[in-house]
């Protein structure tokens, strides 16, 4: 998946011309905090609504000093790129330029939210496991084996660690209800496991994340 595919057609930039306050109601309408300013096809930056409030509303946000003129993604970034600099930056949309630095749209974060909540890894049934070991016994291969072994398949993983710790949490997504086997194989091999979760607990616990985090996207 490439930042083209996530592009928004809901959100529409700024122009050089339009004031602090039309921006202001433009993020209120849009629930975002951020808008990208275009002047024909060329990205000038983000505003932010702290950029417009330490300005004179009435001015045209192309007079305002900008904090984020950088941030922005190609259309063939991946993304995890697009991740990254949302975090990154704590932007609520992004702008999407194209190999020659024209603009092309916008993605924003719940965009990016909904795309990870109809993926395969989430709408597929199955459960969830945590596990954690020393760093430098990391091993996919050898944790897909054990899985595998009890005729069960891994949808996605995701690596968490500390740079300064030596140990990584691993969770997976297993396509099974019934991970007994499963938890029983990774115990006898001295992994160490730190949660495991049916479906429908965690997606239970997932969805009220989820809705919680919308609900304050939309404030």
């Known amino acids: 998946m490439v930042a083209e595919n996530l592009i928004t057609t809901a959100v529409l930039p700024l122009r050089t011309s339009d004031s602090g306050k039309i921006a202001l109601a433009a993020m209120e309408d849009f629930n975002v905090r951020h808008l990208p300013i275009v002047n024909d096809q060329q990205l000038l930056g983000v505003i932010s609504e702290d950029d417009?409030?330490?300005?004179?509303?009435?001015?045209?946000?192309?007079?305002?000093?900008?904090?984020?003129?950088?941030?922005?993604?190609?259309?063939?970034?991946?993304?995890?790129?697009?991740?990254?600099?949302?975090?990154e930056h704590q932007l609520t949309v992004i702008p999407v330029v194209d190999a020659e630095g024209n603009y092309r749209g916008m993605i924003s974060l719940e965009d990016v939210l909904n795309f990870f909540a109809k993926t395969a890894a989430f709408s597929d049934s199955g459960s969830i496991v945590v596990l954690e070991f020393q760093r430098h016994s990391y091993s996919l291969a050898e944790i897909a084996r054990l899985v595998e072994a009890e005729n069960a398949s891994i949808l996605?993983?995701?690596?968490?660690?500390?740079?300064?710790?030596?140990?990584?949490?691993v969770t997976l997504k297993i396509n099974r209800q019934d991970i007994h086997n499963i938890l029983n194989a990774f115990q006898r091999f001295g992994y160490e496991i730190k949660a495991a979760f049916n479906e429908e607990e965690y997606l239970e616990s997932l969805q009220d994340r989820y809705q919680a985090l919308m609900n304050y996207l939309n404030v």
């Open 52 to 87: 417009i409030l330490i300005h004179n509303i009435k001015e045209p946000v192309g007079s305002y000093e900008l904090s984020l003129t950088k941030a922005s993604v190609r259309t063939t970034d991946h993304l995890y790129e697009v991740m990254r600099l949302l975090a």
């Open 156 to 169: 996605s993983t995701f690596v968490t660690s500390d740079p300064e710790a030596s140990t990584v949490e």
